[in-house]
């Protein structure tokens, strides 16, 4: 194919500097986005009723959109960065996309199978496993060895021994649009699993195209991915934050009147139950729902990002409606939604530490720390991590409309009548400020602001790192191991549709906790209308133990706030430079028994054998 003198002699290109991308929009409505570091370019021609096809496209790190004019300027951009690419990497590997017939369901890979099998042999067993929207009806994905990589509608971009002349290969990849309507109008619901899933098997295929064929040091497939977030995204990202921000969850579905309702059940030799009374709410939820389908996220092409921000859209609507249901029956169906419900392995691995491990009645009443003394030793922590960066700021509110000690946006509450033994303030500390206070602050340094309020679902992994923090200093003690277990059976206990009663006695008579420990589990349980967040502790352990097991990494975890499901995600956005690493460390990393106790729980221990 050949192209006019003019443009033979114009660099259409420019200089491709180390560390730097080229985006730039191009005569005949094209647009480029090039990686400098990623030897490999998607490209799409434009066309009618496809926009999801165009969509799709624009996952990846680099693409070529290419007008529906003027073919012979677009011939000449992919001669001139294929000769590029490949002489700075010794290959470059180029895949145009296409949609095929309206009523396929079958991916078509066109392309050199004798040259590249384990590549397109990637690409299909990926593929292959994307399901369908249609009930009965499996994807299916096949590679044709032709010399033909494009539609059969469509004049080749490049002849094949032209591309391989400028050190390219080239395949075809023709997708069944199975995830838009007769008229081109997507299915939304299903084209974000088909695009997430469609993304990481071209991403898949390229790594090891680029791992084989070039000289390209990317680690992972991870890196594949768009390097860059769009000014759009991160104003959903602030947006979600403020609307966070904007109210204090668990200081909304907390009694203000927990003295009273204390005293008046001990009075009552535990016969009488006070009506719970709560804060007025400060922000109206019916509009922070408007805010929150306001925003466009099914607009958000990156795949990673699109479902993190469609989950914690989900989580802030249910939290809202939540807020509006204090005090009924329905707060409790909507938190049974929310914290996932309870497990059969979380229960069983709760009445284990309770057979297990007997309350400490000495330990109990010895009592020697006030408010103001956490508050004294929780400032010395602060100045730790102050330390580290001389920005970290925290304060400590000590109130007497508080029933627990809380983190919340960064800063520590804690009930004014608080008391509690030099141990268990160790361990309280390193769980507080080490975790929850600290996870809050390195999200603050990431350049999306939820990471610092939380993905969707942060709790347990949250919990689950601040309790282990409590055993590597060596203060997990047996009545806090009792109290977490304590929660899960309470709130089995709950959901089996047990009274306020019922459960205190359950934890009093059967488990043997003491009043007041029984009091403070159950009275929690019942807060807004029944909350099973208390569950979520040794729900989050066991994740993490079974994570580090699995050779996960600690560190990594403490960067933000997100769910262990997140992890290949964040993995993903770290790998693309889009996120960092944790800016703050905590103290309890460099303890002297850090490694025996972190080795135990690799290990798979069983919880009751930590103390």
């Keep these: 194919m050949k192209t006019s003198p003019h ?3 114009t660099d259409l290109i420019g200089k491709l500097r180390d560390g730097e991308r080229t985006v730039k929009s191009l005569a005949h409505n094209g647009f480029l986005f090039l990686e400098h570091d990623v030897p490999f370019l998607l490209i799409y021609r434009k066309k009618a009723n496809d926009k999801g096809t165009l969509r799709l496209a624009r996952t990846a790190a680099s693409y070529l959109i290419i007008g529906e004019e003027n073919t012979a300027y677009f011939t000449e951009i992919i001669k001139q960065l294929t000769h590029k690419m490949s002489a700075r990497f010794g290959s470059f590997f180029l895949i145009e996309i296409y949609s095929g017939d309206p009523k396929s369901n079958q991916f078509i890979i066109r392309g050199p199978a004798h040259k590249l099998p384990v590549s397109l042999e990637v690409l299909r067993e990926a593929l292959v496993k994307i ?5 009965g009806v499996k994807l299916d994905a096949k590679i044709e060895q032709t010399k033909e990589r494009q539609q059969s509608s469509e004049k080749p971009l490049l002849d ?3 591309i391989k002349d400028c050190g390219g290969t080239l395949i075809g990849l023709e997708i069944p649009p199975v995830y838009r309507d007769a008229e081109g109008e997507v299915y939304p619901i299903y084209f974000r699993q088909f695009q997430e899933s469609v993304s990481v098997a071209i991403h898949q295929s390229v790594f090891e195209f680029i791992r084989v064929q070039t000289s ?3 680690a992972n497939y991870y890196a594949l991915g768009k390097r860059q977030i769009h000014k759009e995204v991160f104003k959903m990202d602030r947006v979600l934050t403020e609307i966070e921000n904007s109210y204090q969850f668990l200081l909304l579905v907390a009694p203000v009147n927990i003295q009273s309702i204390r005293e008046v059940f001990f009075e009552s030799k535990f016969k009488k139950v006070e009506p719970y009374h709560y804060r007025l709410l400060p922000i109206d939820p019916d509009i922070l729902k408007r805010r929150l389908y306001n925003l466009e996220i099914d607009q958000i092409d990156d795949p990673a990002l699109s479902y993190l921000f469609h989950e914690k859209r989900e989580e802030l609507d249910q939290q809202l409606t939540m807020l509006k249901e204090r005090g009924s029956k329905n707060f409790f169906y909507s938190s049974v939604r929310l914290y996932k419900g309870l497990d059969t392995n979380v229960l069983t691995e709760a009445e284990l530490i309770l057979q297990h491990i007997s309350e400490d009645k000495e330990k109990a009443k010895n009592k020697e720390l006030t408010a103001n003394n956490f508050a004294e030793m929780a400032q010395a922590e602060f100045d730790y991590l102050r330390k580290q960066d001389p920005n970290y700021k925290c304060k400590v509110h000590i109130r007497k409309d508080v029933n627990v000690m809380m983190v919340s946006n960064g800063e520590l509450y804690l009930p004014s009548d608080y008391t509690l033994s030099p141990k268990e303030a160790e361990a309280l500390i390193q769980h507080e400020i080490g975790t929850h206070a600290l996870t809050h602050y390195n999200g603050l340094q990431q350049p999306l602001s939820l990471l610092s309020v ?3 679902d942060y709790d347990p992994l949250q919990e689950g790192i601040a309790v282990l923090s409590e055993y590597l200093i060596g203060g997990l003690s047996a009545n806090r191991l009792r109290l977490l ?6 709130g089995a206990a709950l959901m089996d549709n047990a009274s306020f009663i019922d459960v205190f006695n359950l934890l009093h008579k059967t488990y043997n906790f003491s009043k007041e420990r029984a009091f403070n589990i159950t009275s929690r349980m019942f807060q807004g209308g029944g909350f099973l967040k208390d569950i979520i502790y040794l729900k989050g352990l066991m994740q993490l133990r ?3 097991k699995n050779g996960g990494d600690l560190e990594f975890l403490l960067a933000g706030k997100f769910a262990i499901k997140h992890v ?6 770290t790998s693309r430079k889009l996120l960092q690493p944790p800016k703050l460390k905590p103290r309890y990393l460099k303890t002297d028994n850090f490694n025996r106790r972190i080795n135990n729980i690799k290990q798979g221990i069983s919880l009751f054998k930590l103390i």
Excluded: H, Q
Aim: aromatic share 10%; no cysteine; charged share 20%.
């Design 160 to 162: 094949i021994e032209t």
């Design 485 to 490: 277990a304590g929660r899960v059976v309470a």
């Design 454 to 456: 939380g993905f969707a």
């Design 216 to 218: 390209s040091n990317l």
């Design 546 to 548: 079974d994570y580090l």
């Design 131 to 135: 399901e369908s929207t249609t009930y």
């Design 568 to 573: 290949p995600m964040i993995t993903d956005l």
């Design 7 to 9: 443009l033979d002699k």
